[in-house]
């Protein structure tokens, strides 16, 4: 279906106001992009983007084209995956950017048991703590902790009640005791977890109408999360982690919590989309079966 193909490239083309960026993210060629839209454009009769050296905008007949193309493209994936569906099977390929420590240690097994039930589903996944770029790169969704800080994305429920929880190992606290209230971690040896260049070692807890901030220090800054766990679990600081990632841990007493009778930050977990006409139904599916697994992980 190649004139669906142009169709969806022409689509993000207008969000990302780039057609390199839209390449890039279809895994296309620049040239192979070029030719895509000058051959819709002849199909249709009209100039779908104003090009200058340095601008890509929608004209207005391609502003309005958008506004047509956008519910039709929808309507086909619903179609095509309805009759998957008949088929008791669904089709498609969902694309997927998951943090590193809940990805590698949890979300992974989950979408091996989707697709185990979806055999027809293809999943490309990316694994990192770098914030993907839903509209610059090749990717479709994207689970985060947190509000998106763009308001322009559409953000999912998956656990929004998860909290941050502050543990370390029982042979850390062997050598080092237990601090007995937040204050106390600054003569602690704390990991810290880094994004970019920002380190994030103010940890905040709440007891009460009080509420407690502590600039904490280490002697490890990482910029991978389950780097961060992994220390942890050796018994080289106390880490203060997403409760998801830990759940298992302190389960099985690799980790101990901290400080219990205070309340933790809040961390909930979305699902990330760029645009609520991405919601198919492999995308609805596929969160329904994510927040079935992230209650199965809180609940233990």
């Not at 193909?5 to 060629?29: P, Q, V």
């Not at 996944?125 to 770098?130: A, L, P």
């Not at 920002?198 to 807890?205: G, K, M, S």
């Not at 930050?265 to 596929?286: H, N």
Request: charged share 25%; glycine share 6%.
């Amino acid at each position: 279906m190649k004139s669906l193909n142009d169709l969806r490239l022409f689509m993000r083309t207008a969000k990302a106001a780039s057609l390199s960026e839209a390449a890039r993210a279809m895994d296309l060629s620049p040239a192979t992009a070029s030719a895509a839209i000058k051959r819709l454009e002849s199909e249709l009769g009209v100039a779908l983007f104003a090009r200058s050296t340095r601008s890509l905008r929608l004209t207005p007949e391609g502003e309005q084209f958008l506004a047509q193309c956008e519910p039709a493209v929808e309507a086909l994936d619903v179609a095509a995956e309805r009759l998957g569906q008949g088929r008791h099977m669904l089709r498609g390929t969902v694309q997927l950017s998951m943090p590193s420590d809940l990805g590698r240690n949890q979300v992974l097994k989950w979408l091996a048991e989707f697709r185990h039930r979806h055999p027809g589903v293809i999943i490309k996944i990316q694994v990192s703590d770098r914030v993907a770029g839903l509209y610059r790169e090749q990717v479709e969704l994207a689970l985060r902790y947190g509000n998106a800080p763009d308001s322009g994305l559409v953000g999912l429920a998956l656990d929004p009640t998860n909290k941050r929880v502050l543990c370390a190992a029982p042979s850390y606290l062997a050598r080092h005791g237990h601090p007995a209230g937040p204050k106390e971690l600054v003569s602690h040896n704390c990991l810290c977890f880094m994004l970019s260049d920002r380190i994030h070692n103010r940890w905040t807890f709440k007891r009460g109408k009080e509420t407690v901030t502590v600039e904490v220090a280490g002697s490890f800054q990482c910029d991978d999360g389950d780097a961060v766990r992994r220390l942890a679990v050796a018994g080289e600081g106390i880490a203060y982690k997403s409760t998801l990632d830990v759940a298992q841990d302190l389960r099985e007493g690799t980790l101990v919590q901290l400080c219990s009778d205070w309340e933790a930050e809040e961390a909930p977990l979305y699902m990330m989309c760029a645009d609520r006409r991405m919601l198919r139904p492999l995308v609805r599916q596929l969160r329904e079966h994510l927040v079935a697994c992230c209650r199965r992980m809180s609940e233990g």
